[in-house]
Nanobody, 122 residues
């Protein structure tokens, strides 16, 4: 079982990036799939989650209206589209899965990818 996060990079404020979380050894649509981030000197925080079982998505307040999570079942990949990026979005972004299929607190997410760095700076 492996998760591979990718798509990070350097972007100017106001710009956009799309992160990808590709899975092997599991079918993402059967899991709650979350994106999390950890900024410099900060604790890890929830960003967004998608659950096929619950048929819902969730977003942390600071990213609502700017970020969008989606799943491509054929590619077994979850995406996080990030628009209107701000310097405070700078962080390492991680994807992870919850085996019970739901969007819950991050302590329930037991399988994690390696992280991809997003830097928002002019």
């Amino acid at each position: 079982v492996q998760l591979q996060a990718s798509g990070g990079g350097l972007v100017q404020p106001g710009g956009s990036l799309t992160l990808s979380c590709a899975a092997s050894g599991l079918t993402l649509d059967n899991y709650g799939v979350g994106w999390f981030r950890q900024g410099p000197g900060k604790q890890r925080e929830d960003v967004s989650c998608i659950s096929g079982i619950e048929n819902r998505t969730t977003y942390e307040n600071s990213v609502k209206g700017r970020f969008s999570i989606s799943i491509d079942k054929d590619k077994n990949t979850v995406y996080l589209r990030m628009n209107s990026l701000k310097p405070e979005d700078t962080a390492v972004y991680y994807c992870a899965v919850n085996r019970d299929g739901r969007c819950r607190h991050r302590v329930f997410f037991k399988v994690w990818g390696q992280g991809t760095l997003v830097t928002v700076s002019s």
